[in-house]
């Protein structure tokens, strides 16, 4: 079974930076496109950043471009999602996501795997 354990978040200054990890078990790591996605309160879900298996693709949210980075270490089995100049706005749950089909896709439900998240506040 892929269990996905995200970490580093919390309470940071608006400007601030955070940096997320989210490490996937399993030995099929390499095989997946991955993605960050975040949930604010009485919001829906939305697509961050993603990365493809090898990371020669990523994709972000036009929100969050030139801001935040993805990016991913297939030994390690981990992928981070580096958050800097973070805005009040960024406040929100931050969930990494697994698609076994190694696409870079934007939608949810184009992911089979979920963390439980970990919440980034921005206090401005």
């Known amino acids: 079974q892929v269990q996905l354990v995200e970490s580093g978040g919390g309470l940071v200054q608006a400007g601030g930076s955070l940096r997320l990890s989210c490490v996937v078990s399993?030995?099929?790591?390499?095989?997946?496109?991955m993605g960050w996605f975040r949930q604010a309160p009485g919001k829906e879900r939305e697509f961050v950043a993603a990365?493809?298996?090898?990371?020669?693709?990523?994709r972000y949210a036009d929100s969050v471009k030139g801001r935040f980075t993805i990016s991913r270490d297939n030994a390690k089995n981990t992928v981070w999602l580096h958050l800097n100049s973070l805005k009040a706005d960024d406040t929100a749950v931050y969930y990494c996501?697994?698609?076994?089909?190694?696409?870079?896709?934007?939608?949810?439900?184009?992911?089979?795997?979920w963390g439980q998240g970990t919440q980034v506040t921005v206090s401005s």
């Open positions: 996501a697994a698609d076994e089909w190694g696409v870079t896709t934007d939608v949810p439900f184009g992911y089979q795997y």
């Open positions: 399993g030995r099929t790591f390499s095989s997946y496109g």
């Open positions: 990365i493809s298996r090898r990371a020669t693709t990523t």
